[in-house]
Nanobody
Framework: QVQLVESGGGLVQAGGSLRLSCAAS????????LGWFRQAPGKDREFVAA????????DYTDSVKGRFTISRDTAKNMVTLQMNSLKPEDTAVYYC?????????????????????WGQGTQVTVSS
């Protein structure tokens, strides 16, 4: 079973950058699609980005396209989210999550309930 641990959150001014990392344990890491979600206070958890098993296919919510980049290093069991040009509305707890391989190639990848494994989350705060 894969376990996920996020790191890299913090406080940054608007326009700044942060790099979130998600370290995975478990030999089956390469069998999962991976996603990043976020949840702001009082709001539902929302999809941010996802990446396929091979890393060759990525998806982003419209509000982060051109600013965020998701990548994975299967050899290191790591997925990262590079966040540039941050805005106050990006403030949230960010979670990485693992999705079964077949579900990645469907709209299931946008739905938090379809993910099988979650990290504990890391806080990102963007000040104006």
């Amino acid at each position: 079973q894969v376990q996920l641990v996020e790191s890299g959150g913090g406080l940054v001014q608007a326009g700044g950058s942060l790099r979130l990392s998600c370290a995975a344990s478990g030999r089956t890491f390469g069998m999962y699609g991976l996603g990043w979600f976020r949840q702001a206070p009082g709001k539902d958890r929302e999809f941010v980005a996802a990446i396929s098993l091979s890393g060759g296919i990525t998806d982003y919510t419209d509000s982060v396209k051109g600013r965020f980049t998701i990548s994975r290093d299967t050899a290191k069991n790591m997925v990262t989210l590079q966040m540039n040009s941050l805005k106050p509305e990006d403030t949230a707890v960010y979670y990485c999550a693992a999705l079964s391989a077949l579900k990645y190639f469907s709209t299931a990848k946008y739905q938090p309930d379809e993910y099988d494994i979650w990290g504990q989350g890391t806080q990102v705060t963007v000040s104006s």
